[in-house]
């Protein structure tokens, strides 16, 4: 599995405001073989997100 990491810096919240990070991921394709793409999605634990969402289908 291979993925990547964008950052975008979206002028929508009031001045000031601490930021918000969002996390997307979509059609991960997810077996219960499939050790090191769950691995890599436990991961993503680590960039402290608000908010995850999840796009697509997971098989």
Do not use: Y
Not at 3 to 12: D, G, M
Not at 19 to 40: A, K, V
């Amino acid at each position: 599995m291979a993925f990547v990491l964008r950052q975008a810096q979206i002028p929508i919240l009031p001045a000031g405001h601490a930021p918000i990070r969002i996390l997307h991921f979509s059609d991960l394709h997810l077996t219960p073989t499939r050790n090191r793409e769950i691995s890599d999605i436990k991961s993503f634990i680590d960039l402290k997100p608000d908010l995850v969402i999840s796009t697509g289908d997971f098989l």
